[in-house]
């Protein structure tokens, strides 16, 4: 039976471009005698636009943009696929952070009653809000540094009290991050009050709420994938060694020479402690298709969860696919194995 694949990409966030190359790869790699494949694009303004069949790899992010021959539709629209006997409609959200990763865009597929890869809308949610995430670590028993949150309106009310509540319970240096994002937009290291006011400045700029947490320094950042639905699996483990001072939004897109390692240099103990805390990681906020697990890794060799990325970077040259393809499964595999566990937690949703 033929898949009839929809990919979804574009989107009205900051990584929109990334989300085009994705896309561009994935066409790619999709066989086309298992896949019919449909590309969806939302524009940066937020509109809907469906193309019509791709008989094989896209040319160009051009031409995914569907400025030829596209038409702009309301996503309802999409219920009015035609299902026969022959294929089966999957929809395969290719986008990043806010309104794409956070849970909307699975509560509108979910609502529409089809069948996507990746998380649902509460693994999505709370994968996306850090401090939603890390009570759920806590509860799981997941070593974490410290951390505390605030809201933009307790701040602004008494902004002294918060910095001070930052000093006696957490200390220098710490990381001050919008509760909501990813690509590290919007975080800064404060290693004096000084900074930190600054850092809670640019962090509310971006989020009604933030987290503050402890700063490792020193610490290796090592990086696993998980994949499944109830049982899931994972990866060979990869390190990336950002030659700044933190792995920042420059240093993710702009740089490129961030050194990736994979397989990253660890011990076997490690390995499996690591494993161990992603699957509970995945467990923890309720996962389904995959995760990028990040942990921190100290002088002292203890380990620290980070954060679980639901739609980690996905393109042949991001780390989540990396980390496949030296477990031995290749990118096409990748897509395929993801899309067989939406089909698979679609029908056990039924
Ligand atoms: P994002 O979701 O945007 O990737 P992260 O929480 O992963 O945000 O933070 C981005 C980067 O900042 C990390 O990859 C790491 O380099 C650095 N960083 C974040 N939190 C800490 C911390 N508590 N101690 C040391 N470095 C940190
Ligand atoms: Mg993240
Ligand atoms: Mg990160």
Known sequence: MKTKLHLLYGGKSAEHQVSLQTALAVTKALDTDKFEVYPL??????EWKRGGLLNGPAESVHQL??????TTIAPLALTNEEETEETQTVVFPLLHGPNGEDGTVQGMLELLNLPYVGNGVLASSAGMDKVIMKNLFDQAGLPQVGYAHFLRSEWEKAADTTYEKVESELGYPCFVKPANLGSSVGISKAKNRKELEAAFREA?????????????????????????????????????????????????????????????????????????????????????????????????????????????????????????????????????????????????KQ
């Open 41 to 46: 694009y939302i524009t940066e303004t937020g």
């Open 204 to 348: 509310f700029d971006y989020d009604r709420k933030i987290i503050v947490e402890q700063g490792l320094e020193g610490a290796r950042e090592i990086e696993i994938g998980v994949l499944g639905n109830d049982e899931p699996e994972c990866s060979v483990i990869g390190e990336i060694a950002p030659k700044t001072e933190f792995y920042d939004y420059k240093a993710k897109y702009e740089d490129g020479d961030t050194a990736m390692i994979i397989p990253a240099e660890i011990s076997e103990d490690i390995y499996e402690q690591v494993k161990e805390m992603a699957i509970t990681a995945f467990k923890a906020i309720d996962g389904a298709g995959l995760v990028r697990a990040d942990f921190f890794l100290t002088k002292e060799g203890k380990l620290y969860i980070n954060e679980v990325n639901t739609m980690p970077g996905f393109t042949p040259f991001s780390m989540f696919p990396l980390l496949w393809q030296h477990t031995d499964v290749s990118y096409p595999q990748l897509i395929e194995k993801l899309v067989g566990y939406a089909q698979q937690r679609h029908e056990e």
């Open 65 to 70: 943009k569907l400025e030829e021959g596209g």
